[in-house]
């Protein structure tokens, strides 16, 4: 992301859109959040919510110093499209559901600073993903907000998915190499990946081709006899024969 604005401005009304720094440290890293990304928008399409990926998340009106990039974050509530950076006050929504695609080098930072920060923000699921297993050894771990109690002032505090299911997006979670695989859970479909949905889309378009010629065919077929039939009954009634009920 290059920086869109002087970065000499008071930080008092004034949120950055970039801060100049690279979106993702490797291809494995950057192929994932835009894979996350993807899939999640094709599936919330048509709701009130949005999908948005390593744009600044603030979080304190005032101070633009208070952000962080989350690496894909899921927003219901909220007009659907894209934003230059997100702004709590602003859209009246915390994120609900937060993606960080995590490596050896940023291991302390996402499961201790950003995990305590989204804590007390109430993100309600946040999710590591290590692509290349460097620190995870089953490359995913996902973590829900819960309370001590039913007491109404219960300190909330997150908890492991030991199932990877995200009751937010109504998903099951599953690795897939250096990928991760979403699943309706309703129906058990799997959501599919740009490559996927073009050559399924690809395979459909030839069923439905084959389709046709095979419906061309049989059309054929049938106005040959029915050329045929009549060839037949007026060779009949040319030798006085009249058979109405042929």
């Keep these: 992301m290059s920086a869109i604005a002087p970065v000499s401005q008071s930080s008092i009304g004034y949120y950055p859109s970039s801060d100049g720094k690279p979106v993702a440290e ?23 919510a949005t999908v948005l990926a390593n ?25 659907p499209g894209g934003r230059d950076n997100y702004k709590i006050w602003e859209e009246g929504q915390v994120p609900k559901v937060i993606f960080e695609i995590t490596s050896k080098s940023t291991q302390n930072e996402d499961l201790e ?39 109404a002032d219960a300190i909330r505090h997150y908890s492991p998915i030991e199932d990877l299911q995200s009751k937010a997006l109504n998903l099951q979670l599953q690795i897939e190499g250096k990928l991760i695989g979403f699943y309706r859970l309703d129906t058990g479909e799997k959501l599919l990946l740009p490559a996927e949905l073009a050559q399924a889309l690809q395979v459909q378009t030839m069923a439905r081709s084959e389709a046709e010629q095979r419906a061309a065919v049989a059309e054929q077929q049938l106005t040959q ?20 009920d042929l």
């Design 26 to 48: 490797t291809y494995d890293h950057l192929y994932a959040i835009l894979m996350i990304l993807e899939v999640l928008r094709q599936f919330l399409q048509g709701q009130q």
């Design 55 to 79: 744009q600044f998340l603030y979080y304190a009106e005032g101070n633009s110093k208070l952000r962080v990039a989350p690496d894909v974050m899921v927003i219901f509530g909220v007009e």
């Design 113 to 151: 600073h950003k995990k305590i920060l989204y804590e007390q923000l109430e993100v309600q699921e946040y999710w590591l993903f290590d692509p290349k297993g460097e620190w995870i050894t089953d490359q995913l771990v996902g973590y829900q907000l819960i309370d001590d109690s039913l007491q």
């Design 225 to 244: 006899e029915r050329q045929l039939r009549a060839e037949l009954l007026q060779q009949l009634r040319d030798r006085g024969i009249d058979i109405h």
